[in-house]
């Protein structure tokens, strides 16, 4: 008996094997851009928030030239990119290359760094808002600030912390 139940699952698993058709398909070219790495790379941290991750790399992957305004004749194409937590305009040369961002983001979460910082130099206040800026350049790279509104009791404070944490 137990060598019918053996055989007879041999024999299924093998009749299917030489019922399927192999078809050859020829896949159509796919075209990889990266060109703007040099932008993830300067502006991506593994600290940032989601949300800040996300809009970053739609405007790495966005393809300008693609566009229905594209037209060869302009130097630079600015194109903006909104999310509920914040906004990036970028400026892409006719090539599709990223220029310059301007980013600025509300309320998100700071990282770990930026928060013990805060909480070393002001322990019993707390971030009552904050406000994430980038600016990216080809030729200088990106600067990350986070701009914070501190509050003890009744009193109020800005500081202004880089994403490392150095206060400026």
Same mark, same amino acid.
């Given at each position: 008996?137990?060598?019918?139940?053996?055989?007879?699952?041999?024999?299924?698993?093998?009749?299917?094997?030489?019922?399927?058709?192999?078809?050859? %398909?020829?896949?159509?070219?796919?075209?990889?851009? $990266?060109?703007?790495?040099?932008?993830?790379?300067?502006?991506?941290?593994?600290?940032?928030?989601?949300?800040?991750?996300?809009?970053?790399?739609?405007?790495?992957?966005?393809?300008?030239?693609?566009?229905?305004?594209?037209?060869?004749?302009? %130097?630079?194409?600015?194109?903006?990119?909104?999310?509920?937590?914040?906004?990036?305009?970028?400026?892409?040369?006719?090539?599709?290359?990223?220029?310059?961002?301007? %980013?600025?983001?509300?309320?998100?979460?700071? $990282?770990?760094?930026?928060?013990?910082?805060?909480?070393?130099?002001? $322990?019993?206040?707390?971030?009552?808002?904050?406000?994430?800026?980038?600016?990216?350049? %080809?030729?200088?790279?990106?600067?990350?600030?986070?701009?914070?509104?501190?509050?003890?009791?009744?009193?109020?404070?800005?500081?202004?912390?880089?994403?490392?944490?150095?206060?400026?």
């Amino acid at each position: 008996m137990k060598k019918v139940i053996l055989g007879l699952l041999a024999l299924g698993l093998t009749i299917p094997v030489f019922t399927q058709d192999v078809k050859v %398909e020829e896949l159509s070219e796919v075209v990889i851009r $990266p060109m703007n790495f040099k932008y993830l790379n300067a502006t991506n941290s593994k600290t940032a928030a989601i949300p800040v991750k996300m809009l970053e790399r739609a405007v790495a992957s966005y393809d300008v030239t693609e566009a229905d305004f594209y037209q060869d004749d302009f %130097e630079f194409y600015t194109v903006s990119f909104f999310i509920p937590d914040g906004k990036i305009v970028a400026e892409y040369d006719n090539d599709g290359k990223i220029i310059r961002t301007i %980013e600025k983001f509300k309320n998100i979460t700071l $990282p770990n760094d930026v928060k013990t910082a805060v909480l070393k130099r002001f $322990p019993n206040w707390t971030v009552t808002k904050d406000v994430y800026r980038v600016t990216y350049t %080809e030729d200088n790279g990106a600067t990350k600030v986070y701009k914070l509104m501190l509050k003890n009791g009744d009193k109020k404070m800005r500081v202004k912390v880089d994403d490392i944490g150095t206060f400026l």
